[in-house]
């Protein structure tokens, strides 16, 4: 039975690695060259842009994409931050989920829900504009551009400047690139807000927090929940403990960390894994029972629609870190989300 549960847990963490924190993790391979990312626009004569994307290959569009469509969740929301809903021609089927989307009301908009779909299906969509993130294979790339579909690469987010870029360069290919500079500002401010109060916390104050996340080797240094940390002025004791992000947390080295908070886990893939066994597994362990966090019942259930988020809502990472490591000074509502358009996400 414990091997099944094993088993289990790598299957469903492979999931999550694929799905929900893809554009998270480690630093990309592809090297990034901003500057000759940006649109070269004539928009004041003709409204025609060129864009050169991450894989180095220029796409010209003659008039701003009416039709986009994206594969990932982070590049759904840096869409929807820049125009409304009736854009896309489809979104990622997870940005419903009551745990992990942000935009329920906004992408229940949209009827067309995707998963990791093939040429032929993008292609039946009929989108002037598909926007992948770097990580995409070259392959299923080239095979979308081999139908004639317009296909730009983007960034996936590490840190919050790579956030920055990421917004910069779906800017660029929305033909929006001042929206773009609109919403990299609203990001601006809102980490000066935090950061106003953030830097009132004594260095002794600060907390140490370990993120108990079901992809178990999620969370230490180069991913954008570390960053996020920084930011948050908190100890991540994941990464503090010498731990990148693919290296597995081990409960020996739970121990070793001795966090003040937990961050523990919400997400069951719609009740479809029993979460609640994972977290057994560990408060329930005699070995921990050392552990500060678990002493002290400092077992905090985030909300991770803003934990895991890689668009310009990490900012809101940041904030909801900081709510849960110190206090109600740090609330914010559940729908918060970071947009220069007018349309209401309730």
């Known amino acids: 039975m414990k091997a099944k549960k094993f088993l289990a847990l ?3 963490s492979v999931f999550l690695v694929s799905t929900v924190f893809s554009g998270c993790g480690s630093p990309s391979p592809q090297k990034s060259n901003t500057g000759s990312r940006q649109s070269e626009q004539n928009t004041a004569t ?8 991450m894989t180095g290959t220029k796409v010209s569009f003659s008039e701003k994409p009416k039709k986009i469509m994206t594969f990932d969740m982070y590049t759904d929301q840096i869409v929807l931050g820049m125009v409304t809903s009736d854009r ?28 990791d779909p093939g040429a ?70 809102k980490l000066a807000e935090i950061k ?17 996340s079901l992809m178990t080797a999620y969370g ?24 990148k992000t693919g290296q597995q947390l081990s409960k020996e080295m739970l121990i070793k960390i001795n966090p003040d908070i937990m961050l523990m886990p919400v997400y069951t893939d719609r009740g479809k894994y029993d979460t ?33 988020n890689c668009s310009q809502d990490i900012v809101y990472c940041v904030q909801e870190i900081a709510r849960c490591a110190y206090g109600e000074e740090f609330n914010f509502p559940d729908n918060a989300r970071l947009t220069v358009t007018d349309e209401k996400n309730e």
């Not at 597994?281 to 921990?288: G, Q, R």
Request: aromatic residues 4%; hydrophobic residues 40%.
């Open 220 to 243: 230490g240094e180069g991913c954008a929940y570390d960053a996020a940390c920084r930011e948050a002025n908190v100890i991540n004791g994941i990464s503090e403990a010498g731990l």
């Open 276 to 308: 609640q066994a994972f977290i057994d597994s560990y408060v329930k362990d005699p070995s921990l029972r050392t552990v500060k966090a678990i002493q002290d019942k400092k077992l905090i259930y985030p909300r991770e629609q803003f934990i895991y």
């Open 10 to 12: 790598i299957v469903f």
């Open 88 to 115: 896309l021609v489809g979104i990622n089927g997870l940005l419903d989920d009551p745990v992990l989307s942000n935009i329920i009301p906004i992408a229940k908009k949209v009827k067309k829900k995707i998963g």
């Open 196 to 212: 106003e109060k953030t830097n009132k916390i004594k260095p002794e104050n600060r907390k140490k927090l370990v993120l108990l």
């Open 46 to 53: 003709t409204g025609a842009y060129t864009v050169t994307d």
């Open 120 to 189: 032929e299906e993008v292609l039946s969509m009929k989108p002037d504009l598909v926007i992948v993130s770097d990580w995409t294979r070259a392959e299923k790339i080239q095979s979308m551009r081999d139908l004639g579909l317009k296909v730009v690469s983007v960034k996936s987010p590490v840190t919050i400047p790579d956030v920055k870029e990421a917004v910069t360069q779906v800017a660029a290919a929305i033909g929006e690139p001042e929206k773009g500079k609109q919403l990299i500002a609203l990001m601006d401010a």
